[in-house]
């Protein structure tokens, strides 16, 4: 079956620092790749999708490509805010597995000034 | 920007009791689902209905669960007989189309607190 495993957290960070978060994923057919990213209260916002290989997804300086050969779609910023504190998970859709999303386990992201 | 909503956004019940979560998905869309993520856990997905019936569902929707759009816009799970592991956050989505090069729209989720 298809699954999501992502890196535990949390990822505590300083301001302005780089950020990567590892997600690899294991589908059976062809899969879309997504990041959605939930503030606290707050539900789940897409924040970026790829939906081939090497595709890249890119939203609000957050971008993630989809790795085929690696089946990876790790998320990387290049400076974080604190505003970018929140969980953010990592998921897939195969279309040969119906319209359903399969998540990673997510990852906190804490960001300090 | 259109949002999905749901009430109440915080619901604790007695074991055994009926509860009904609710959610209304953004008007132009024909795909519903509800998700659940227990603490701790993934978020798991539950069902996903079109076209006025259940189109799949998952190992965790069983004869507990329903799901139901009484009205054209509300759309409903109801859980008939709650128990201790019932407990979670319930998140219910919408899409205009199956296909989900366009993800969902999610919302901000029902915490169920079964006592």
């Known amino acids: 079956g298809n699954s999501v495993t992502q890196m535990e957290g949390p990822v505590t960070l300083s301001e302005e620092a780089f950020l990567t978060i590892n997600c690899t994923y294991t589908?059976?057919?062809?899969?879309?790749l997504f990041w959605y990213v939930q503030y606290p209260g707050e539900g789940l916002q897409l924040l970026l999708k790829?939906?081939?290989?090497?595709d890249k997804g890119s939203n609000k300086g957050f971008e993630a490509t989809y790795r085929k050969e690696t089946t990876s779609f790790h998320l990387e910023k290049g400076s974080v805010q604190v505003s970018d504190s929140a969980v953010y998970f990592c998921?897939?859709?195969?279309?040969?597995?119906?319209?359903?999303?399969?998540f990673g386990g997510g990852t906190r992201l804490m960001v300090k000034p | 920007e259109p949002e999905v909503t749901q009430t109440p956004s915080h619901q604790v019940t007695q074991m055994g009791q009926e509860v009904i979560l609710r959610c209304v998905p953004i008007?132009?869309?024909?795909?519903f689902y509800w998700y659940r993520q227990i603490l701790g856990q993934k978020v798991e997905f539950l069902v996903s209905?079109?076209?006025?019936?259940?189109?799949?569902k998952s190992e965790i929707f069983d004869d507990q669960f329903s799901v139901e759009r009484p009205d054209g816009s509300n759309f409903t799970l109801k859980i008939r007989s709650t128990k201790l592991e019932d407990s979670a956050m319930y998140f219910c989505?919408?899409?205009?189309?199956?296909?989900?090069?366009?993800?969902?729209?999610f919302g901000s989720g029902t915490r169920l607190t079964v006592v």
């Open positions: 989505a919408s899409s205009p189309t199956t296909w989900l090069n366009y993800g969902y729209t």
């Open positions: 589908a059976t057919g062809y899969p879309s």
């Open positions: 790829a939906t081939k290989a090497d």
């Open positions: 998921a897939l859709s195969d279309r040969n597995a119906g319209n359903m999303l399969t």
């Open positions: 008007s132009n869309h024909l795909y």
């Open positions: 209905f079109y076209n006025n019936e259940i189109s799949e």
